[in-house]
């Protein structure tokens, strides 16, 4: 699919490439049509840090993602006529490219450069003329704008102009009867020109900044606690004979030999773990809002009056900058 008005924020950020071998350089200008105000030529940033721009034609292009993929070898492209980037096209510079290129033309209308400051001129193939339209070279003054030719058959043809040194315009095609002006850049187009603005849209972008992730692994520490423990002594507890314990005591033989045991506990600190849950974790994120300066050069054509000219005011509002979005 071509190419369309709608995308030309796109094509301002885009790469041009080349389907036989690869990338060629980063789009620098786009040139719109002045009848259709489509995208129709861009220049490419070519050369050492991209300080050449070379003149691509859109014809066939198309603009995938970020790509703008073109038929061109980039040699192609990189040897194409230079040209001045700074300014519209002018009809021959612009025929010079279409025979490079090996294009015909598609229209008689001239390519003006987005955002650029003076008037586009026309340029294209006349149509075959009736009966009564001059199709040879006509000249005329400034001061009059009279123009002389032939009167008969016209034959398609290129419409040319320009003002030399002297002031005096050479042209040929048809002229407007009851015109009330006239390009001095080229042929007539009609009784005004058109006054453009770059307007700037500010938004966000997501993009990915980093990664966090939860990680669990095992630390040993040491843990020291007092336990109270308790053990047994052996005591030797001594007590008269009574009338209570006489009995117990002549029990045993007279004089023998004897032994008795007693057997003696204690307590021991020991340690006993068992694993347990404590707690959940898990990981989240969360927006948080913030603001952000941001600024952008913004370029408007302005339209000034020289010779004897009044001018009359605009006959409608000018978009302000509370209008711009």
């Known amino acids: 699919m071509p190419i369309t008005e709608d995308q030309l924020s796109a094509l301002y950020d885009a790469t041009v490439v080349s389907e036989a071998d690869g990338k060629i350089g980063r789009v620098g200008t786009v040139y719109l049509d002045d009848d259709t105000q489509q995208p129709s030529w861009v220049t490419v940033k070519t050369g050492m840090f991209g300080t050449s721009e070379s003149f691509v034609p859109l014809d066939a292009a198309e603009l995938q993602g970020d790509e703008v993929r073109v038929s061109y070898s980039k040699d192609q492209v990189k040897d194409a006529p230079r040209m001045d980037t700074d300014s519209e096209l002018s ?3 612009e025929d010079e490219l279409y025979r490079y290129y090996g294009l015909s033309r598609g229209g ?25 339209t001059g199709a040879a070279m006509g000249t005329g003054t ?3 704008a009279a123009t ?11 419409a040319t102009g320009r003002e030399d040194e002297l002031g005096r315009e050479t042209g040929a095609g048809d002229r407007t009867p009851g015109a009330t002006g006239h390009d001095t850049s080229g042929p007539n187009t009609d009784d005004a020109m058109t006054r453009s603005e770059e307007r700037v849209a500010f938004g966000t972008q997501e993009r990915e900044t980093g990664r966090a992730r939860l990680r669990k692994h095992v630390v040993t520490d040491r843990v020291t606690e007092d336990v109270p423990v308790s053990r047994e002594e052996a005591v ?19 004089l023998t030999e004897e032994e008795h045991e007693v057997t003696l506990h204690e307590e021991r600190a020991v340690v006993d773990k068992e694993t347990v849950p404590v707690e959940r974790v898990r990981l989240g994120t969360e927006t948080v809002a913030d603001t952000e300066t941001v600024s952008a050069d913004r370029r408007h054509e302005e339209i000034e009056v020289d010779g004897d000219a009044t001018d009359a005011g605009t006959t409608g509002r000018r978009t302000g900058d509370a209008d711009r979005r």
């Not at 008689?108 to 003329?129: I, L, Q």
């Not at 002389?148 to 290129?158: E, K, L, N, R, W």
Request: charged residues 25%; proline residues 7%.
């Open 142 to 144: 400034d001061a009059d």
């Open 148 to 158: 002389t030719g032939t009167t008969g058959s016209g034959a398609p043809g290129y």
């Open 91 to 93: 009809p021959a510079e």
């Open 236 to 254: 030797v507890e001594r007590e008269p004979i009574t009338d209570a314990n006489r009995g117990e005591a002549l029990a045993g033989g007279d």
């Open 108 to 132: 008689d209308a001239a390519v003006g450069r987005t955002g650029g400051d003076e008037a586009t001129s026309t340029v294209g193939t006349g149509a075959p003329g009736a009966a009564g």
